[in-house]
Antibody, heavy 125, light 113 residues
Framework: EVQLVESGGGLVQPGGSLRLSCAASGFTFSSYWIHWVRQAPGKGLLWVSRINIDGSHTSYADSVKGRFTISRDNAKNTLYLQMNSLGADDTAVYYC??????????????????WGQGTLVTVSS | DIVLTQFPDSLAVSLGERATVTCKSSLGVFYPSDNKHFLAWYQQRPGQPPKLLIYWASTRASGVPDRFSGSGSGTDFTLTISSLQAEDVALYYCQQYYTTPPTFGQGTKVELK
């Protein structure tokens, strides 16, 4: 069974930093692109970032570019999201999501076939 | 970015009746080289993460009941629940993956009448 378990969320002050982790199991982690998707309280879904199978390609939403960094450790089956300069607009549940389509280093078109339960990030003073 | 607009924002349907959700894209999402539409649908039950229902506009994901179907072309797509069950009460989102960033519709809430 595919499992994605996020951790690292919590309350952080504006301007602060946080590092999210996502522990993967039940599949060959190193064969899949992985994403972060967030959902502000009572709001819709927003794609945040993605990373390809070997970490050679990353991409970010404009709203987080330059502040967030996605990375992965295939030996530990773990995905990370380093979040800096956090603001109130970053308050959301952050989901770790497996790509349903891309299993090579280069790929076009990402849908999301497995989601973690999410971790809540609250940015407030 | 491609903007996806869903209609309606909410709908109430009786058990066993049909529910139809529409998703309109600001740009076509058909990729001729693959002969596919780059559009997916998700279900999000209260308090749960989203679940993939449909990809390539009309392909049901593994384990999804056949009462769920996707259709459409160009910029207009539809998710149909042929006979609503109680467990189908949820938010439904469309998503395009034709361009980066992948984007979602605002969601449609399906409730019981």
């Amino acid at each position: 069974e595919v499992q994605l378990v996020e951790s690292g969320g919590g309350l952080v002050q504006p301007g602060g930093s946080l590092r999210l982790s996502c522990a993967a199991s039940g599949f060959t982690f190193s064969s899949y692109w992985i994403h972060w998707v967030r959902q502000a309280p009572g709001k819709g879904l927003l794609w945040v970032s993605r990373i390809n199978i070997d970490g050679s390609h990353t991409s970010y939403a404009d709203s987080v570019k330059g502040r967030f960094t996605i990375s992965r450790d295939n030996a530990k089956n773990t995905l990370y999201l380093q979040m800096n300069s956090l603001g109130a607009d970053d308050t959301a549940v952050y989901y770790c999501v497996r790509d349903g389509h891309c299993t090579t280093t280069s790929c076009f078109g990402n849908w999301f076939d497995s989601w973690g339960q999410g971790t809540l990030v609250t940015v407030s003073s | 970015d491609i903007v996806l607009t869903q209609f309606p924002d909410s709908l109430a349907v009786s058990l066993g009746e049909r529910a139809t959700v529409t998703c309109k894209s600001s740009l076509g999402v058909f990729y001729p080289s693959d002969n596919k539409h780059f559009l997916a649908w998700y279900q999000q039950r209260p308090g749960q993460p989203p679940k993939l229902l449909i990809y390539w506009a009309s392909t049901r994901a593994s384990g999804v009941p056949d009462r769920f179907s996707g259709s459409g072309s160009g910029t207009d797509f539809t998710l149909t629940i042929s006979s609503l069950q109680a467990e189908d009460v949820a938010l439904y989102y469309c998503q395009q993956y034709y361009t980066t960033p992948p984007t979602f519709g605002q969601g449609t809430k399906v409730e019981l009448k």
